[in-house]
Structures are given as C-alpha cells and as structure tokens.
C-alpha cells in the first residue's frame, strides 16, 4: 500500500534549525492532515503536532509544523542533544481507508 | 494519571494465535478510538488496526487483514487484538495507542515473537 516519504537521516548542529519532511498525496497529508511523533531508543513514540500544525500542551515551542500541499514539515529550532531521536509523520489516508506512517527520519544533533 | 498497559506478549511458533490487551486508566476510555501499532525490530512504525469507540467500525492495515481481530470491552477499559497464523514477520513491539488529535497516548509496548 501507499506510504508517506520521509529522508532515512537528517544531520544539524548543536543550536540550529532541522527540518524533517514528510511526502503523501492528495488522499492523505494534503486534505486530512500530517501528525508528527518522536521516538526516543527504547521508549514508545510521543505525538508532537496534529493536523498538520497543533501543538500538544507541554510539547516545546521549539518544535513546529507546517504543509504545503501534499508535503508536512516538522522545523526543530535550536536544536538540542536531547532532540536526538527518530521522527515520524502520520496521516490517515481517505482512500485506502487505513492510518499511513512514514519511514522515519533520524536526528543526529553534531 | 492517564495510562495505557499492554499485556500478552510472548515467544510463539508461526501458524499459532497469541491475545494482547491494553488496560487503559485515567480517562473515559468509552469517548476515544483506539489503535494497535506495531515496531518490528529496528525497524519503523507500521500501523495494525483501529476500533472506534462504539467497538463497530473497525479498520485493518493490509499485512493483517483476515489474521487479527480488534477488539473492545468499554465495561472494563480494556482494548484487545486476537492474533492468528502468526507469520515470523509478524514479530515486533506492539503499542496500543489512543487517538484524540493524533496518537496522543501510547502504552509501553508489548514484545511478540514469532519463531519455531
């Protein structure tokens, strides 16, 4: 089935800005939405955002997200080295009726 | 506080069936739709299946369908997923997860291996 693309690795430097992308199509990211999470080694995912730019209370301005058509964006400023972690984007996807994650980005804050 | 707890997994030989359930604590458990996600090894997120809260409509994801069956007990705060003619790819963390504005709330995870 479908999936959403996400680059396998992203590097940054200590206090800069990543950008993670996530690439569905019309049936998913573009009209339902993109969730973004956070997966740290060994523990389960932490939601980040909702449809496509809500943040969870207690989840740090620092993170934000944002889409422009069929693509979602997670943008991390000033990173940090606990923002290490593997990111992943969902969205439900209207045609083929099923939730859709992408492959995963991996942080790695130099 | 607001939990979810997985439980049921195990070591199983393929062609068998294994049980996992998720207690969920600290919220009206009957007002949410829940998922089962799964993580095999190094590997990323796939998603399992989805029950809407009235426990009717339910939704599979394709490597699944016609082996798993969700399911829900509302008077018991409890979410279920029966497994059968488990595959060893079927070998993976599985996550129970609550859907209110995304996946806001996942359980620790319950380990499932496949293998004879």
């Known amino acids: 089935q479908a999936g959403l693309t996400q680059p396998p690795s992203v590097s940054k430097g200590l206090r800069q800005t990543a950008t993670l992308t996530c690439t569905g199509n019309?049936?998913?990211?573009?009209?339902?939405?993109a969730a973004w999470l956070q997966q740290n080694q060994g523990h389960p995912p932490k939601l980040l955002s909702y449809?496509?730019?809500k943040r969870p209370s207690g989840i740090s301005e620092r993170f934000s997200a944002s889409r422009s058509g069929d693509t979602a964006s997670l943008t991390i400023s000033g990173l940090q080295p606990e923002d290490e972690a593997d990111y992943y984007c969902?969205?439900?996807?209207?045609?083929?009726?099923?939730?859709?994650f992408g492959g995963g980005t991996k942080l790695t804050v130099l | 506080q607001v939990q979810l707890v997985e439980s049921g997994g195990g070591v199983v030989q393929p062609g068998r069936s294994l049980r996992l359930s998720c207690a969920a604590s600290?919220?009206?458990?009957?007002?949410?739709?829940m998922h089962w996600v799964r993580q095999a090894p190094g590997k990323g997120l796939e998603w399992v299946a989805l029950?809407?809260?009235?426990?009717?409509?339910?939704k599979y994801g394709d490597s699944v369908k016609g082996r798993f069956t969700i399911s829900r007990d509302n008077s018991k705060n409890t979410l279920y997923v029966e497994m059968n003619s488990l595959k060893d790819e079927d070998t993976a963390v599985y996550y129970c997860?609550?859907?209110?504005?995304?996946?806001?709330?996942w359980g620790q995870g319950t380990m499932v291996t496949v293998s004879s």
């Open positions: 997860a609550r859907e209110s504005n995304g996946f806001d709330i």
């Open positions: 600290g919220f009206n458990f009957n007002n949410y739709a």
């Open positions: 029950i809407l809260n009235d426990g009717r409509t339910k």
């Open positions: 019309r049936n998913n990211v573009a009209n339902e939405g």
């Open positions: 449809r496509d730019n």
């Open positions: 969902s969205a439900w996807d209207s045609s083929l009726n099923v939730w859709l």
